[in-house]
């Protein structure tokens, strides 16, 4: 079954545990790229060149967000969230953002919010560490590529120990921080079979990637770690490893 689709059944089950009504009102809109990751932010970022955006959905007190290249605003209730058809990446976003917020109102999930102004390029240093602490020095495969992350396990593990895969025909057969960027589509099997372990975009679980990645680490016997807000609730319902440094 769909990761995301379990977490609704999950989300459902916690709904009615904390008798949470459905009618109570949900809402999900864009965010501009300052309001998403602040003005002072680099201007390298993916979101502040607004090719793919931040939604934010707001739960009575709670926020919570997803990132998407398919970002769209809504309006409902809990109820239509809990029963949304997850058929398409745009829905997939949607429920994604207001499952982080109705769980960070229940304080199932934390880190719903993706950090802002010198915080995104911190972060890079700050998960290096922390994978070190875990795991040490290992070949890291990334999927999903993330520029203040890779300078920082370039820069703490060496180019030589890292490999990336993204689905942007922009940067694939790039050199980034002198790794050559792989393709997501056609070199997976190249990935699992070089690395150690796996550290893959928590966006995966809006395109709908997660679902593969999982088993296919899984069935490799290797590690799989997420990074970023947008798996906070999937990955708390779930159990699964992340890292979000300075996510609020």
Not at 7 to 32: D, G, K, M, N, Y
Not at 70 to 86: A, D, I, R, V
Request: hydrophobic share 40%; charged share 25%.
């Amino acid at each position: 079954m769909d990761i995301l689709h379990q977490s609704q059944i999950r989300l459902a089950a916690l709904c009615r545990e904390a008798a949470l009504v459905p009618e109570l009102p949900l809402e999900v809109r864009c965010l501009t790229p300052d309001e998403a990751i602040g003005v002072r932010a680099d201007e390298n970022f993916v979101i502040k060149k607004g090719k793919e955006r931040v939604i934010e959905a707001t739960f009575g007190e709670s926020r919570g967000q997803a990132f998407t290249d398919h970002p769209g605003n809504w309006k409902g209730s809990l109820g239509e969230l809990l029963e949304m058809e997850l058929d398409d990446i745009g829905k997939r976003a949607i429920f994604t953002a207001g499952l982080n917020a109705v769980l960070r109102s229940l304080g199932e999930a934390e880190g719903t919010i993706h950090c802002r102004n010198e915080d995104p390029t911190r972060c890079g240093e700050e998960l290096t560490q922390l994978l070190y602490e875990k795991f040490g020095v290992r070949k890291y495969g990334i999927i999903g590529l993330q520029p203040a992350i890779l300078d920082a396990m370039t820069a703490g593990f060496g180019s030589a120990k890292i490999r990336v895969l993204d689905l942007n025909e922009d940067n694939i057969g790039q050199k980034k921080f002198d790794v050559t960027i792989w393709d997501g589509e056609k070199d997976l099997d190249r990935l699992l079979e070089w690395c150690d372990v796996g550290l893959a975009t928590g966006s995966s679980v809006v395109n709908g990637s997660i679902n593969g990645l999982l088993q296919r680490f899984q069935e490799a016997g290797k590690p799989l770690v997420f990074f970023g807000n947008t798996v906070s609730g999937v990955a708390a319902l779930l159990e699964l490893d992340r890292v979000c440094p300075f996510a609020d």
